[in-house]
């Protein structure tokens, strides 16, 4: 299955700025998903991430707060912007766990290992 | 939105016994998927049950999915510490055309705690 290095695995940043993680994966994917893990709370997919396309975002998250880029087939970052103290969570992405040309019927997905954002 | 509502919240048990945790849902699903996530770390895979399938077995885990009841098991026999974790239930909602978009929605999680 597909490897993902997540950057940074954890960061503390004031209120006002930006952070940017990203990951990398040792294979071709087609899609790449964002998604934030607020304290003691589950995962909430933010966005949908296609090579050579915009973003698509879930309900109630914007492009404006958590741009994405998507330049290969093997990269992408998500970043958070104008940081407050709310959006201190987990933030994790994942692809599908098989090959490209797989559907996850059989394999789940893969995660990084996720990047801890404390904001102050 | 959540999907799946777990339960228990927490369990705590003593090396060797089993656990079982279920996971119920609202919608048409593709697959259910277990996750397992270690002190807020990334998430593990740990087995995948298609909707046309009722029991599934891999290793010590033991997974059930009742699809009139919208709901899924998930046992670990003989238990170990080290499978103190949180874990997820997470649906694959229906798709078409044989291509998954991914939206897995995730359950509240169980946190499990193994005595030694």
């Known amino acids: 299955s597909a490897v993902i290095s997540q950057k940074p695995s954890r960061d503390i940043c004031q209120r006002g700025t930006s952070l940017t993680i990203q990951c990398q994966v040792d294979s071709q994917v087609t899609m790449m998903f964002w998604y934030r893990q607020q304290p003691g709370q589950s995962l909430t997919l933010i966005a949908t991430?296609?090579?050579?396309?915009?973003?698509?975002?879930e309900s109630g998250f914007v492009i404006d707060k958590f741009p994405i880029s998507r330049p290969n087939l093997t990269f992408s970052t998500l970043t958070v912007s104008n940081m407050s103290p709310e959006d201190s969570s987990i933030y994790l992405c994942?692809?599908?766990?098989?090959?490209?040309?797989?559907?996850?019927?059989?394999?789940?997905?893969?995660f990084g290992s996720g990047t801890r954002l404390t904001v102050v | 939105s959540q999907q799946g509502e777990e339960d228990p919240q927490a369990l705590s048990i003593q090396e060797g016994e089993n656990a079982t945790m279920n996971c119920s849902y609202k919608t048409s699903i593709n697959n259910l998927q277990w996750y397992r996530q270690n002190s807020g770390r990334g998430l593990v895979h740990l087995i995948l049950?298609?909707?046309?399938?009722r029991e599934k077995h891999s290793g010590r885990l033991r997974v059930t999915l009742d699809t009139s009841k919208k709901s899924s098991s998930l046992l670990i026999t003989a238990s170990r510490a080290a499978d103190t974790a949180s874990y997820f239930c997470a649906t694959d909602a229906d798709f078409a055309g044989g291509t998954s978009y991914g939206k897995l929605t995730f359950g509240q999680g169980t946190i499990l705690t193994v005595h030694p």
């Open positions: 994942s692809v599908l766990g098989g090959r490209r040309e797989e559907t996850p019927l059989y394999y789940g997905y893969t």
């Open positions: 991430a296609n090579q050579g396309s915009e973003a698509t975002y």
């Open positions: 049950i298609r909707s046309n399938e």
